[in-house]
């Protein structure tokens, strides 16, 4: 069965230093894979979409970018955080069949 | 753009009913819903694909007017483990995995 994993899962980090946060899927090849970040309280907001390596579509400029440097392996940075980066950061791998969005547990960082 | 959800957020009894509306401005292929308790990740519901098929999950449906570019998502006889924010999420036709979500509904439900 396909599983999703990311990490960390929480992390404290202050403004000014870099992010990367890693997101892996197992047991599916070739999958669409998703970021999203929620602010407190708020919606999800897409950051990024990838439907193949190397293949990156981006709906927010600004400071981060991501990555898919393997078939199964998503990746979201950052060279320097800012306050309105903490949010609760969610990776999605999308299934081919039912073409649902099968979320990661998510990874809360808080920019101080 | 973001899609429009509304209420943002309702308050219920056990047993009562609510309708969560969602609508987009471009001409969508599918639309997604997602339910949100707090402190998790969204987990699916159903989607919709082009049609105006309605679909259940236990005592929850949904319905997709694509020619509105419009979902509903209905809550029938709600129970305690409805409560949460709900997310649309309309595909649109022309720009197919790009998955956007509307700013949610919380749902509480009361005893």
């Known amino acids: 069965s396909q599983t999703i994993h990311q990490w960390p899962a929480t992390l404290v980090q202050p403004v000014g230093s870099p992010l990367s946060l890693e997101c892996t899927v197992e047991?599916?090849?070739?999958?669409?894979l998703y970021w999203y970040r929620q602010a407190a309280g708020r919606g999800l907001q897409l950051l990024f979409y990838s439907v193949g390596i190397g293949q990156i579509s981006s709906e927010v400029p600004q400071n981060l970018s991501a990555s898919r440097p393997q078939d199964r392996q998503f990746i979201l940075s950052s060279k320097k955080l800012l306050l309105s980066d903490s949010g609760f950061y969610l990776c999605a791998w999308r299934s081919q069949g039912t073409g649902e969005l099968f979320f990661g547990e998510g990874s809360r960082l808080t920019v101080l | 753009q973001q899609p429009v959800q509304s209420p943002q957020a309702v308050i219920l009894r056990e047993g009562e009913d609510a309708v969560i509306n969602c609508s987009s401005s471009k001409a969508l292929y599918s639309v997604h819903w997602y339910r949100q308790k707090h402190g998790e990740a969204p987990v699916f519901l159903m989607i919709?694909?082009?049609?105006?098929e309605q679909k259940g999950h236990d005592k929850i449906s949904a319905s997709f007017n694509e020619k509105k570019q419009q979902s509903s998502l209905y809550l029938t006889a709600s129970q305690l483990s409805y409560s949460g924010t709900y997310f649309c999420g309309p595909e649109p036709a022309a720009a197919g995995n790009k998955l956007t979500f509307g700013g949610g509904t919380r749902v509480l439900v009361k005893p």
């Open positions: 919709l694909l082009k049609g105006g």
């Open positions: 047991g599916t090849s070739n999958p669409n």
